[in-house]
C-alpha cells in the first residue's frame, strides 16, 4: 500500500480525508485506485478526455514522476505520493 | 472569506515591498472552518521565473509540497497562494489565470513605488478560464 496525500481543498472530495492508504503498483494504478475509491476526485485531477489536467503534478516521494517513468513509475509499499500543482502568473 | 492575521499579513507586505520593483509569491498556511479560511502563516517561497521578474511570476512545485509538509506537521492547513504586482492593481491577469489552480485561493497585493498599495483575492476555476473573488479581510494598519 502507498500513501497518497491529499491537499486540503481536495479533502471535501476525499470523505475528508488528508491522507488514503491505496494499493497499485504504478503511480497510475494508484490513482486509478484513489479515483475509484473517491470518483468526485477525478474531475479535480483530471479533464473530459482522461489526461492529468495541466497543473497538476505528482511527487514520489521528493521526485517529480515527470523525471522518474511519468505515471508507469513503479510505487513501492510505503511510498507517499504528493499532489502539488504547478503555479505561476505574473501582470 | 479568507482572513489574514496581523502576523501573517505583515510577513506578505513586508515581502512584497522588498522584493519590489519584482513580483514576490509566496504560500498561505493556516486552517478551515466552514466558509472561512484563517490564514496564521505566510511562507514567502523564492520567485522562480527564469526571465524579467518584474511581471512574472513562478512557484516551484517541490517548494510549495515542503511548505504543506510544514502545515501538515504543524497541524495546519495550505490555504492560499500570494502574489504580488509592481507599479499595477490587484486583479487577476490572463497570466494569472492561464497559470492558476482551482485548489487555492489566491491573494494579489499591488505594490506601488514600493509600498503596498491594496489587494484582492481570487478563487480560479479548474478550466483556468475565469476567476471568482473572494472576500477578503487583513488587519487595516
Redesign the interface.
Known sequence: MAKV?I????RQFADKH?SVDLAGATVAEVLASLTQKFPDLR??LFNDEGKM?S???V?LN?D?IRYLKKDATPVAAGDTL?I???????? | MIKINEAAWKAMVAHAEAKFPNECCGAMIGSIAGDVKDVTLAQPLENAYTGAQGARYELRPEDLLEADKKARAAGLDLIGIFHSHPDCDAYFSKTDLENSCPWYSFVVLSVKGGKFDHANSFLPNAEQTAAEKEELIWPKS
Open positions: 496525500l491537499p486540503t481543498p481536495l488528508d474531475k479535480q489536467r497543473f497538476v503534478n511527487y521528493d517529480d504528493s502539488v500543482p504547478s503555479i505561476a502568473g505574473g501582470v
